[in-house]
Each structure stands twice: as C-alpha cells, then as structure tokens.
C-alpha cells in the first residue's frame, strides 16, 4: 500500500436480518511487562505522546433515522537509556482505544444499536543502534536500527447488539481478550531511518528475524433470539511465531498534511512499512501479525463474532524533531483508524441507504508531559470518573466483568424496515432475526487453533508497518 493512503475495513456488517445492538465496555488490564532486552544504565530520558478524537453524524430518511459516532486515542510513554556510544535502550507503552456505536431509530418505535469497543496494551522494550543501515537508491546509508524486540502485550474487543420491535426484544454479544509475550533478535541490525534525513525521500532495509512468540485469545458469547430462543458459549484460540523469517522495511518522508503540534515545533514525518509476518507500531514495537487486532488480520476466532466487523490502524505517521536522527527524536505520531466508511443499518427493503463517511477518524498523538500521558493511559484501561466514551472506575469494571462472564456473539444489521414491515403482531413473526438460524444466531463453537505468520517473501502491507 502507498504510503499515503488508507485502507479502511467494515466494522458492521450486514447479515440476513436486522438486530439491533447495546453497547458493552471492553476492559483490557494489562498484566506482566516485556522483559528488558538489555542492561541498564545510570541516565535516562523520558518523554510522552497522545491524543483522542472522536467523530459522530445521524443521517435521516423517511421512516428511520440512523446516527453513530467513534472515538480514538492513543498514547506512547518513551524512556531511553543510553547503553553505550552507539546502543540505546528504550522502554515504551503503548495504550489504544477505539470506539464505535450505532443506532437506529423507526417511526414505529422499533430500535435497535451497534456497538464496536477495542483496547491493546502494549509494553516493549528494544535495543536499537545507530550503526545499522538503509538502502537510498540502492546505496548503504548510516541509520538508526533495531538489535532486538520484546513485547508483552493484552487486547480485548467486545462487540453487541439490540433490538426491539414492540414487544418482542432480542440481543447478541461477543467479547474475546488476549495476552501476547514476543522477543526476536534481528540479524543484522533492521534498519529503520537514515540518521540523515536531509534530501531523502525514500528508503528500505531487509533483516532476517529470529522470534519467539506465543499467544492466546479467550472468547465467549451470548443471545437471545427474537422467539425466545437462548444460547451463549466459549472457548480459546492460540497461535505462535516462531523459527526464522525475512522481513522487509520501506520507509519514505511524508510532505504534505502535517499537523500543528502543541508545543510548536516543527517536525518531519515519515512512514514505515514491514512485510514478512509482524507488523511494526512508533517504529520499535514488533507485533505478530496473526495476533494483532487492529493490524488487519483476520482473528482466530473469527467464526465467533457473527461478522460484525473491526476497525484497523490503516495509518500510522511518525514525526521526528530536525536534526540528527536519534532515539529520542521520535516525539510525535498521526493515527488513522479506517472503518468501512458506511453504516449499512438497512439492506435489501428497495431503498439506498446514504453513506455515512465519519466512522473513521485520525488522532494526532501531542507531545505532552509523562504524567499527563499516564493518567490518560490509566484512563482508557480502567475507566475514569469524567464523562468520556468509557465506562468510568470498578463499578463499570464490574457491571461489564458479569455481562462477559455470560455474553457474546454478534449479529449483522439489515433489513430493519424490512423486518419490522412484514410482522404480523408484536406475537406473530415472518422472517426476521431467527428465521434463518434454527438454534438462535451465533455461529458453532470453534476449538483451539493455531494462527500462523504468512510465508516469507515480498507482500502488499495492508497499512503502515502492516501486513496482510
């Protein structure tokens, strides 16, 4: 994929009848950290990103009216360690939160809602090097690299849905969480960004990666069906990342769209992008590619979410201070979440349904003070008391851990008018959300499966630092 464009993926997705979903808080609480890959030193430098945004529209057409809306954030807290003349350590978190509803509403005073909630936190550590290289225009350049990686990550996503259609209700939910322990060791170094960036516009790298990697997803799902009908269940889904692998990097400048920064700096900004079986993120995290939710892959327990939808990272802008390129002057990023770009609540009743263009949205993480960007990381996993688009403290954390503890599985969205048209009485149903699942609307239970890395070789990223 150019550099500069973005790829977006559905997020609702349409299924043989319209249900109608509430939302579910997705809680992800980090647990064990990556362990350092290198040793310590005396003097460090700390420093901090992030940034939210959020985006909502309502389209209205005769008899119905659909709205939605999404919320962003990210933040990246850095802390760099000089190891040696040319050998930095860096430890860095990661927290992203994605949030996207939709609701729609029919003059009848039937209803129904959507809703996609996301969360992953990532703690890395890496060794990196100012003597590793990059190719311009087939010439070896100096250039800042990565030695090795280590990652401990967790991710969560919980997806629903409600209806209503006068006394009849039905819902669906689905909720899945993972944990991820990574290490690779590159050899040689991966080069990531020449040091001098001065009249380069273009460059690329090969390494060959050794990782070590292992991962597991735990779902469970539960409904109701509009006739009554009840189900839910559960299970787990791993994978691994092992042996040996040869990744690619390409990277290029960005010069057109870059954004004011809080403090007033200039920076430049670049794009990196890595095939061979890991994505890249703030260019040092290395994450398994068949583990990452947010990178495009398709999930292990994709048979589970009743299709749904997700989100992915289509974008992923680092802005480096001028000058000599150092670990420490990454200071910046621009996110672009993608999404399928229309809210198809309606399907096959002989009318279009207008687009509805905002579920996507970029976030410009600012540089911003280290406990600024903490208390907003500790914000998106666990909730705070301000009205946002989370569920604030323990109480949420509650409410949601008893609804997961029975719930999940989801359920497309279409033919609402349709449905509701062709019913009889509020007792009495043709087609509608069962009609076409004899046992209710969650798909067969799925047994434990490994997700293996694609094959080595040249392949298209299906975003930045993403591969498909």
């Not at 990178?295 to 001028?322: C, R």
Request: glycine residues 14%.
């Amino acid at each position: 994929m150019n550099g500069k464009q973005r790829t977006k993926t559905p997020w609702l997705a349409s299924g043989a009848t319209l249900v109608l979903l509430g939302s579910l808080l997705v809680t992800m609480v980090g647990g064990a950290s990556a362990a350092s890959v290198g040793p310590a030193a005396s003097s460090s430098t700390l420093w901090a990103y992030g940034g939210s945004n959020s985006t909502s529209g309502t389209i209205s057409v005769p008899g119905e009216t659909v709205a939605w809306n999404t919320s962003f954030s990210v933040v990246v807290v850095l802390n760099a360690t000089s190891t040696g003349p040319n050998t930095t350590e860096l430890s860095l978190q990661r927290t992203v939160a994605i949030s996207i509803s939709g609701s729609i509403h029919l003059t009848n005073g039937s209803y129904g809602a959507v809703s996609y909630q996301g969360l992953e936190v990532d703690n890395a550590y890496a060794n990196l090097t100012n003597a590793s290289t990059v190719y311009v225009d087939g010439a070896p350049v100096p250039a800042l690299g990565l030695d090795n990686s280590s990652v401990s990550a967790h991710a969560s996503v919980a997806e629903s849905a409600v209806g209503k259609i006068g006394n009849l209700s039905a819902f669906a939910y689905f909720n899945a969480s993972g944990a991820l322990a990574s290490s690779v060791q590159f050899a040689p170094s991966f080069g990531l960004v020449p040091l001098n960036l001065t009249g380069v516009s273009a460059w690329n790298s090969t390494t060959t990666a050794t990782p070590s990697a292992a991962w597991n997803f735990s779902y469970n799902y539960n409904f109701l069906g509009w006739e009554g009908n009840t189900g839910g269940g559960n299970g787990s889904a791993g994978g691994n990342w092992s042996g040996t692998y040869a990744l690619s990097l390409s990277g290029e400048v960005i010069t057109v769209s870059i954004p004011r920064f809080s403090d007033h700096v200039t920076r430049s900004a670049i794009l990196l992008e890595v095939t061979g079986g890991a994505d890249l993120y703030d260019g040092v995290i290395v994450v398994p590619h068949a583990f990452d939710l947010f990178g495009g892959a398709t999930p292990a327990f994709a048979a589970h979410t009743g299709g749904l939808g997700a989100a992915t990272i289509s974008a992923d802008e680092l802005f480096l201070d001028h000058g000599r390129v150092r670990v420490t002057s990454l200071s910046a990023s621009e996110v672009t979440f993608g999404t399928s770009g229309t809210v198809d609540l309606l399907s096959g009743h002989g009318g279009a349904m207008p687009a509805a263009s905002g579920a996507s949205g970029t976030v410009v993480a600012q540089p911003e003070s280290v406990s600024a960007a903490q208390q907003q990381a500790h914000c998106l996993q666990f909730g705070c008391s301000s009205a946002g688009p989370w569920f604030g403290g323990m109480v949420a954390i509650a409410v949601i851990g008893a609804l997961i503890a029975a719930v999940v599985g989801t359920v497309g969205v279409i033919e609402w008018k349709s449905y509701a048209r062709r019913k009889n009485s509020s007792t009495q149903l043709v087609g509608g959300y069962s009609a076409g699942f004899a046992n209710g609307v969650p798909p067969a239970a799925l047994g434990p499966q490994s997700a293996q890395p694609p094959a080595s070789g040249s392949e298209t990223p299906s975003g930045p630092g993403r591969q498909p």
